[in-house]
């Protein structure tokens, strides 16, 4: 049973440029979620699917945010023009069919924008 | 709107000592509630979790009762053990979030000396 995977791990990246960040949920879990956790607070929600469909994104931070999830599996996040305020963990959840209050987190991708 | 408070860390404990960590929450309807763990350079994973008033959640020597009349879900084990250090967060997710999307407290540090 493989868990929650992100890619990247890790990003570096300058100040206006753009980032993306890949998330593969557990198989067959049809919920995937994006959180955004700063340092020293809990995880804060962004958006999520149910399979490819995009049912919440108004806590998306800004328009600079967008997240897609085209075939109903994995799911990547884009920053654009990123600042520094952006600089924070990105972590992805997933959770099956008939149990949706039971999230599985990745490890996450902590993005550092200089 | 939806909230989650808990004690402020770090906790410090030496090993064998009883653990309390404090979580209230305000919601709508009726939420259910989690308590997360983050271990060192790791991700989030679930430690035990409630559904209805009364309910227990156990797991790893840890208990936490969902107190609907003091609207708590307070974290209790009997012996802490060197390996409990890590983050430990209280969550909950209300049946009128998008999602059942997960609203997290700040988390609070617990380190255990032997």
């Known amino acids: 049973d493989t868990g929650v995977s992100q890619n990247p791990r890790h990003k570096i990246t300058k100040r206006g440029q753009n980032v993306t960040f890949r998330c593969d949920p557990i198989?067959?879990?049809?919920?995937l979620y994006w959180y955004r956790q700063t340092l020293g607070q809990g995880p804060e929600f962004l958006t999520y699917f149910q399979n490819e469909a995009q049912l919440e994104k108004s806590r998306l931070l800004s328009d600079r945010f967008s997240a897609e999830r085209p075939k109903g599996s994995f799911s990547t996040l884009e920053i654009q023009r990123t600042e520094q305020g952006d600089s924070a963990m990105y972590l992805c959840?997933?959770?099956?069919?008939?149990?949706?209050?039971?999230?599985?987190f990745g490890p996450g991708t902590r993005l550092t924008v200089l | 709107g939806n909230s989650v408070t808990q004690m402020e860390g770090p906790v410090t404990l030496s090993e064998e000592a009883f653990l309390t960590i404090n979580c209230t929450y305000t919601?709508?309807?009726?939420?259910?509630l989690f308590w997360y763990v983050q271990y060192p350079g790791e991700g989030l994973q679930l430690l035990l979790k409630?559904?209805?008033?009364?309910d227990k959640g156990s797991n790893k020597g840890f208990e936490a009762t969902y107190r609907k009349e003091t609207t708590s879900f307070h974290l209790e084990k009997g012996s802490v053990q060197v390996s409990d250090s890590a983050v430990y967060f209280c969550?909950?997710?209300?049946?009128?979030?998008?999602?059942?999307?997960?609203?997290f407290g700040k988390g609070t540090t617990l380190s255990v000396s032997s």
């Open positions: 409630a559904t209805k008033a009364d």
């Open positions: 919601a709508t309807g009726y939420p259910s």
């Open positions: 959840a997933s959770s099956p069919t008939g149990a949706s209050d039971t999230q599985y």
């Open positions: 198989s067959e879990h049809n919920r």
């Open positions: 969550a909950l997710s209300a049946p009128n979030q998008a999602g059942t999307a997960l609203i």
